[in-house]
């Protein structure tokens, strides 16, 4: 492989971020390509200061450069100024470790965290010099891959992805690469062969070997074109997250970016079964990280970073075994050392967890209540009482905090004004409790529009138009405008149209995102380039609707774009979840009652694995599970389904 430093380094010069481009992070390596290896280029098609602190694609760069006949480098999507002078000076996609371009690497693999993304995926594959179709490849170009929560419905990048990657990467990554290292030492001819070989790899899907037939608006089948391909594929899940402690040397930049701290995930999954949350569906079951290994990894990381800020990761940190422990622990592990717990369920977030976090610099704590009304709460299945927040928000402010975000959703099935302007009576309630500790008490309200995701019991919910969301969003900007100590910030609905649009849509919304990508439509994530009218546009050029894709309720009986894929949910356990969300039934945490059939635990010969399965004092209704005798044991119940 050769190495484009040499022409590209005068161009940096010219750049708004050139540090973005030249690599040489602690932690970063330098691999040497052997004959036979299977090069990996392993991309985030988003800014260097968004891609570079996720986990997902750290944790794989380790373990393939720790995997015998692979080598992985990193790339990410070049801002505009770049990649004009990248087109103009006829330079191609390039690694950031060695600046190698994209297209002698043997694979292209993508982060897809996030539906807006999807025309920066084209326009990396396009920058690399491989054809952006996969239709179009020839047996010597790359093999373009995804993985990431996204590709639970990857039908929208079908015509674009060769493979797509379902649930957890550590295992299936090394399977992948040996099958491709196979592949290149029987000559690498016939690219076909090479798919059909990926196919057979369990939470391997290969679009192109599958026909879909449309009625209407909706998907009428997905079935394999050849023998021996699998009509459902199985999402990957590492059943021992203590087997994989990584990422082992976190990069450290040598620019700003986001999240620049150390992360270390103490959890995998959530049994908390909140109804709109995907993550929470799809990375069933709970897995814990051993608490010892984490005050490693924490400890470790500390000392060959240089970081004073650690966070530990999850869906629901404040649910980790012992965490008040592990937290004191590693306060305690050096000067000012600052601990974040994103993700905190406010009935789980206790003054014993704040006298713990206090050891270390008090930054802003971010808490989700996510609907302002009970009645609300209940709909989505995000159990907790208003004396829930308020317990936690004083906590806060007692042990010396001043600022404190509330995240809401808005746009949610059965939502009313009153529901809404509830979320506006919260905020005002926990100013207030601010102010009894701090004149300078802060309450920033962050408010998004809800989108229906895949795999969730709210998946056949016909989401909100942009104008009813944009309505909404004025009802509460008036509602709070005068609120001393009360901060107001809002999802553009215009955004959340097209994250709707993509998030549900099937294969026909590829010829949709390639229009937007050819007409200028990248960095759709960014408000400065955001352009509805380029999706609208391109929707009505190819004979889609905004109301098939996204307004419009699904039935029970529709097949759904992503149907012959599996989380390892049962479909049926997510349709009675949505009849209990439109009934206002919740279902309490199953960690701490019988399980409820919902599928993700089927075959691993476990149910969640965690250190220890104590019910939260006062909680949820529910029974809970003595797992030291198998027993069960009372918990105060609260309105829940039967």
């Known amino acids: 492989m050769t190495s484009l430093w040499p022409q590209l380094e005068p161009l940096l010069a010219q750049v ?19 004959a036979g290896d299977v090069a990996w280029l392993l991309v985030y098609p988003d800014t260097y200061e968004i891609g570079l602190p996720n986990q997902g694609l750290q944790i794989l760069y380790e ?13 990410y999507a070049p801002w505009t100024d ?41 326009n990396c594959i396009d920058l690399a010099g491989v054809p952006v179709r996969a239709a179009d490849r020839a047996d010597h170009d790359p093999i373009v891959i995804a993985g990431g929560h996204c590709t639970y419905n990857p039908e929208p990048l079908a015509d674009f992805l060769d493979a797509v990657v379902l649930g957890d990467g550590e295992e299936v990554i090394a399977e992948i690469s040996d099958v491709i290292a196979s592949w290149k030492g029987a000559g690498g001819v016939e690219r076909q062969q090479l798919l059909m070989s990926l196919a057979q790899i369990t939470g ?20 394999p074109r050849y023998v021996g391909v699998p009509a459902r594929i199985e999402k990957r899940t590492v059943t021992d997250l203590g087997e994989w402690p990584y990422p082992k040397h976190q990069l450290v930049p040598l620019t700003e970016v986001v999240h620049d701290r150390l992360n270390v995930e103490v959890f995998r999954g959530c049994t908390r079964g909140c109804r709109f949350c995907q993550a929470g569906m799809i990375t069933r079951p709970v897995r814990e990280r051993p608490a010892d290994q984490v005050r490693t990894m924490v400890s470790e990381g500390l000392r060959r970073t240089g970081y004073d800020e650690v966070a530990l990761t999850s869906l629901s940190t404040a649910d980790f075994s012992g965490i008040e422990q592990v937290v004191g622990d590693i306060v305690g592990c050096g000067d000012n050392i600052s601990v974040s717990l994103p993700s905190l369920r406010v009935d789980a977030f206790t003054v014993g967890i704040a006298n713990q976090l206090q050891g270390g610099r008090r930054t802003g704590l971010t808490f989700a209540p996510e609907a302002g009304t009970w009645r609300m709460r209940q709909v989505i299945n995000k159990l907790i009482r208003e004396e829930d927040l308020y317990a936690a928000v004083d906590a806060a402010f007692s042990q010396g905090w001043r600022r ?40 920033t309200v962050s408010v998004g529009g809800f989108v229906p995701k895949p795999f969730t019991p709210f998946q056949w919910f016909g989401q909100n138009t942009a104008e009813e969301l944009t309505r909404k969003m004025y009802l509460l900007r008036d509602a709070l405008r005068r609120e001393r100590g009360v901060q107001f910030k809002w999802h553009d609905p215009k955004a959340t149209l ?40 391109a929707l009505a050029d190819h004979g889609l609707s905004v109301e098939d894709l996204v307004y419009r309720h699904r039935a029970e009986g529709e097949t759904l774009p992503w149907d ?74 609260v309105g829940v389904r039967p």
């Open 564 to 637: 012959h894929l599996s989380a390892g949910l049962h479909k049926d356990f997510l349709w009675q979840d949505w009849r209990d969300a439109l009934a206002e039934v919740g279902l309490p945490d199953c960690r701490w009652t019988p399980c409820y059939d919902c599928g993700a635990c089927t075959g691993y010969a476990l149910e969640h694995v965690v250190a220890s399965a104590v019910p939260p004092a006062g909680g949820s209704q529910g029974t809970g599970q003595d797992l030291s005798t198998g027993g069960w044991v009372p918990v105060e119940l």
């Open 16 to 34: 708004e971020k050139p540090a973005r481009y030249i690599g040489c992070e602690d932690g970063a390596l330098e691999p040497t390509l052997s």
């Open 404 to 443: 404190v975000k509330l995240y809401f959703l808005t746009g949610l099935p059965s939502e009313t004004d009153e529901d809404t302007l509830g979320i506006a009576a919260l905020a005002r309630n926990c100013a207030a409790i601010g102010r009894k500790h701090t004149s300078g008490a802060s309450v």
């Open 63 to 75: 373990l393939l450069n720790e995997h015998a006949g692979a080598i992985a480098e990193r790339a």
């Open 498 to 537: 097209v994250e709707g649009i993509a998030s549900r849509g099937d294969r026909r919304l590829g010829a949709v995102i390639e229009q937007v990508w050819r007409r200028g439509g990248t960095f759709q994530e960014w408000s400065e380039h955001f352009d509805l009218n380029l999706w609208l546009d």
């Open 204 to 223: 391997v899907y290969v679009p192109s070997l599958y026909d879909v037939r449309f009625d209407g608006p909706a998907v009428a089948s997905i079935e």
């Open 82 to 122: 770049l990649e004009a002078l990248l087109r103009d000076n006829g330079l191609p996609l390039f690694s950031v470790d060695t600046h190698r371009p994209a297209g002698e690497f043997d694979v292209l693999a993508f982060n897809l965290s996030a539906e807006l993304v999807y025309t920066n995926v084209l």
